[in-house]
């Protein structure tokens, strides 16, 4: 089943077997030995054979490709992989009464219909098939590998091997929040060939991989690239990301299929693709084998993913926070909010603090800071070294486990008092009717609530909206309107505000 988000957009890569679209690709490249035999044929036809140790590659060049021990055939290493790569086909019924349909909403054709179809009434249900193709990779014995959006929602998945045996699958475990899900084949799967599993913390940029895919059920397709980044995080596709980007052709129906290295191991399991056409541009990503194979064990194992939950909230620091908050540089990870009776709490962190190592490990993003708590897993005790108001120090901390669902506080219109209006800003206090309707969490005690703002206003430039809750300006509290002023006539070029939305707290920078 395809997903997309519109431009630039990130593609789902599981295909719909309704409508099967194609691109042209182009690939170019030459290898530096054919570069060095080029530069020497144009500069004398007898300079190739006298030159020592210049060996004349078959064509294309690109076949092969150097790793750490020998020269490996490109062709070798996918024929070694390919096998472990399978199509995972899933179908689902739709249930949907005539009532929701569009057709059957028009007055003008109730008319015709009869009883049943009277307005409110639901009339006799419908069903129907979706139908989704996408790919896997057998890593144990009858254990497939694949993405939670290629089968979510299936009522029956079927995988056909590189051999054309067919299997039906049972799902053993999905965690969404990674978009990975695990599959269990039935019946006989003597002679099935896993792929062995290799450490993605390994890849370098520039490191040669393959995709391996099976997206149509048509057989698998193999493309080339390298590892463009690592750690790439804050995509979007999933809630806890850490992504090996690739420029390795990869298209519609290759989720859950195979990211190998120049060893034929499994370092990746190909998720999406950025693009504004949906087709290849040369931005895939991959969930890394590092991060997914703890998750599938956990899933075997459990059937569910237990993760390490720190209760706070967190944000990357660009610098014009980090010239506000007087630190050296962008390094490190704010924390906004600290949740009550939570165990980062319990250990003593403050709203303000900046977490700069995780158990030695230098934090330079939120995504890596989400994934080491989550990893970290539930009852551990972990070192975290912070700045707080420009002094290091060390703090433990011991996980509890990450809640289900986190609730969110919703957002409504902002009334209340008469307000002043501050450079396009006008601010209510926080009453008990404002507190209600924008459903304010009860540890924040007080505060200034944003009622409206010009849109050309410096507060709006920073990003601030109505509804939001302004709790505190460099680090001190907003009681009232009045102490907001008091405090924003004492800030010189700027002001930093700690803003309460959606039950959720952040730093802003707003320039006077």
């Known amino acids: 089943m395809k997903r997309k988000l519109i431009g630039p957009r990130l593609t789902f890569l599981a295909a719909t077997t309704a409508a099967l679209a194609y691109w042209p690709v182009a690939c170019a490249g030459h290898g530096v030995q054919q570069q060095q035999v080029a530069s020497a044929a144009a500069s004398s036809p007898a300079t190739i054979a006298s030159t020592p140790n210049l060996s004349i590659l078959p064509h294309p060049a690109f076949a092969y490709a150097e790793t750490g021990r020998s020269s490996a055939s490109i062709a070798d290493i996918a024929e070694k992989a390919a096998p472990s790569v399978v199509n995972v086909a899933s179908s689902r019924t739709i249930r949907r009464t005539r009532e929701e349909m569009p057709f059957f909403k028009d007055p003008f054709f109730r008319q015709f219909f009869g009883p049943g179809f009277a307005p409110g009434e639901q009339g006799p249900e ?10 896997g990779v057998i890593v144990n014995d009858g254990i497939v590998l694949t993405n939670n959006h290629v089968i979510e929602g299936a009522d029956e998945i079927k995988v056909t091997t590189s051999d054309k045996r067919e299997f039906s699958a049972k799902v053993l475990g999905t965690d969404a929040k990674s978009d990975v899900a695990v599959l269990k084949l039935q019946g006989d799967t003597k002679g099935l060939v896993p792929i062995k599993i290799g450490d993605s913390s390994r890849l370098r940029l520039g490191d040669v991989v393959l995709a391996i895919g099976d997206p149509f059920g048509v057989g698998e397709t193999v493309t080339m690239g390298i590892v463009s980044a690592k750690g790439r995080a804050n995509v979007g596709i999933a809630a806890y990301e850490d992504f090996i980007q690739t420029d390795a052709a990869i298209n519609p129906g290759n989720s859950g299929g195979a990211l190998v290295d120049m060893d034929g191991e499994l370092v990746g399991i190909n998720t999406a693709i950025l693009s504004r056409s949906g087709g290849n541009v040369g931005i895939g990503f991959a969930i890394p084998t590092n991060m997914a194979q703890p998750i599938m ?47 980062g709490a319990k250990a003593g962190l403050k709203s303000g603090d900046v977490v700069v190592k995780f158990n030695g490990m230098t934090m ?58 501050l450079e396009g800003l006008t601010l209510d206090d926080l009453t008990p009717n404002l507190r209600r309707k924008l459903d304010v969490p009860s540890s924040v005690k007080s505060g200034a609530v944003v009622e409206q703002l010009d849109p050309d206003s410096p507060a709006a430039n920073a990003g601030l909206r109505p509804g939001d809750v ?20 004492k800030a010189k070029d700027r002001a930093l505000l700690r803003v309460v939305r959606d039950g959720r707290s952040f730093f802003v920078v707003v320039h006077r």
């Not at 069903?127 to 193709?133: A, F, I, S």
């Not at 956990?298 to 569910?304: F, N, R, V």
């Not at 907003?478 to 924003?488: A, C, I, N, P, S």
């Open 126 to 135: 419908e069903r129907h098939q979706e139908h989704g193709l996408g790919s």
């Open 297 to 343: 064990k956990a899933l075997i194992d459990h059937g569910k993913v237990v993760r390490g939950w720190l209760g706070v909230g967190i944000q990357d620091i660009d610098q014009e926070l980090a010239s506000a908050m007087k630190l050296h540089d962008t390094h490190g990870v704010l924390i906004s909010d600290v949740m009550p009776n939570s165990p």
């Open 364 to 421: 330079d993003s939120t995504g890596a800071f989400r994934n080491a708590v989550a990893a970290a897993g539930t009852g551990a005790t972990v070192k975290l070294d912070l700045l707080r108001d420009g002094k290091a120090m060390t703090l433990d901390a011991k996980l509890g486990e990450l809640p289900p669902d986190q609730a969110q506080a919703g957002q409504g219109g902002a009334q209340g008092e008469s307000g002043s209006v």
């Open 470 to 489: 302004i709790v505190e300006i460099d680090h001190q509290a907003v009681t009232d309107v009045g102490k907001f002023k008091e405090l924003y006539s």
